[in-house]
Structure formats: C-alpha cells, structure tokens
C-alpha cells in the first residue's frame, strides 16, 4: 500500500522536524520572556526617578523646618487626569496636612502599612492604585525635624508608563510568533532535506 508508505514517511518527516524545533521553539520562548521583563522592569522603575528627587528634596526642607504648605506648593495636580507630579505632606499619623496633588477633591492616602514599612525603612517605592483606573508610581520618604515629623510622597500617574508597557507586550507578542513560526519552517526545511539526501 503505497499511501500507508507515504502517510508513514510524512510522519516520520515530521517528527523529525519537532524534534529539531522542540528546543529551538522553549529557547525562543524563554528569550523573548527575558527581553520583555528586563525591559519592562527598566521602564516601571525609570517612572520613579522624578519622584525620588522630589520626595528626597521635601524630606530635607520639612526636617530643615519649612512648613508643609511650603513645600508642597504650586498648582494643584488632578491625579486622575494629569501626568504631573506632585507631593503629599502627612503626619506621623498618616494623616495629610499639605498636597498639590488631589483625587475627586479629597487627598488620597496610601495604605497604613505604608507608613509602617517607611518608618522602619526609611523609604518606599511603590505602586499605588488610590482608587480604580488611577495607577500611581509613588516614593514615600520619612522625615524628621526638631520641630515636626512625618512622610512626604511623591507620586506620578503611571498612564504613560503602562501603555508603553503595552504596546512593548504586544511587539513581544508579534516577534515571538514571526520567530516561532520561522524557526518551524526552517526546521521542516532541514528535516525534508535530510530525508530527501540521506545525510543524518
């Protein structure tokens, strides 16, 4: 039956063919993987860098004993709407006492544990979502001066940043598809080569 032959001969081609793939298609994947979450990584942590700046400076006027209102001055940022930056001034308490940052009216305050972990570190950057589709690249700094103390944030919405990271997923997406299937090509090209030589 020469068409079992053929159906056996096409089976064993292709076999041939995933087993050379197999390693080139987990390679691929796991490059790609690697390219997108170093890249991804670099672009979320770069939305921090205004911040630090900005939180680290405010720390060191409120400790030198500038009133909050001061150093938390200039016009106010809608964190809903704007990409500008702005500072929250809080109390030892969590509580704020200055902003020119505002959501729906009010001045948002991060999760208290916040204030806990940045008591005892010094320092936090975070990822702060105030309320839903409002997504915050955020640097709490604690300060301490003879006259008061507290926590100064800096924060920035992080909308730019996402949909880079979006459209960096989706080129991620498109380059490991085009190379999945170009490597599947070039693999069944050689195992057809070889069955057609004979060269092993």
């Known amino acids: 039956m020469p068409w079992l032959l053929d159906v056996l001969r096409y089976r064993t081609l292709l076999g041939a063919a995933i087993a050379t793939w197999l390693p080139i298609a987990v390679a691929v994947t796991l490059l790609t993987a690697l390219v997108y979450v170093v890249v991804q990584q670099d672009l979320r942590l770069s939305a921090n860098d205004p911040q630090i700046q900005l939180a680290e400076d405010a720390a060191t006027a409120l400790a030198g004993g500038q009133p909050a209102q001061s150093v938390a001055n200039g016009p106010t940022v809608d964190m809903a709407q704007s990409l500008g930056p702005y500072l929250i001034v809080f109390d030892d308490g969590g509580h704020p006492i200055a902003a020119s ?3 729906d009216g009010k001045v948002p305050a991060p999760p208290a544990g916040v204030f806990t972990y940045v008591a005892a570190h010094g320092e936090e950057r975070l990822t702060w979502q105030p309320r839903s589709g409002v997504r915050v690249a955020a640097v709490v700094v604690r300060y301490a001066g003879a006259a008061s ?5 800096a924060g920035r919405s992080l909308r730019e940043v996402e949909q880079r990271e ?3 997923l989706a080129l991620a997406a498109l ?3 085009v190379t999945m299937g170009a490597t599947l090509v070039a693999a069944t090209l050689t195992a057809w080569i070889r069955e057609v030589t004979g060269y092993r």
């Open 175 to 177: 380059a490991w598809t």
């Open 149 to 153: 103390s507290g926590y100064v944030l």
């Open 166 to 168: 979006d459209q960096l």
């Open 101 to 103: 940052g505002t959501l």
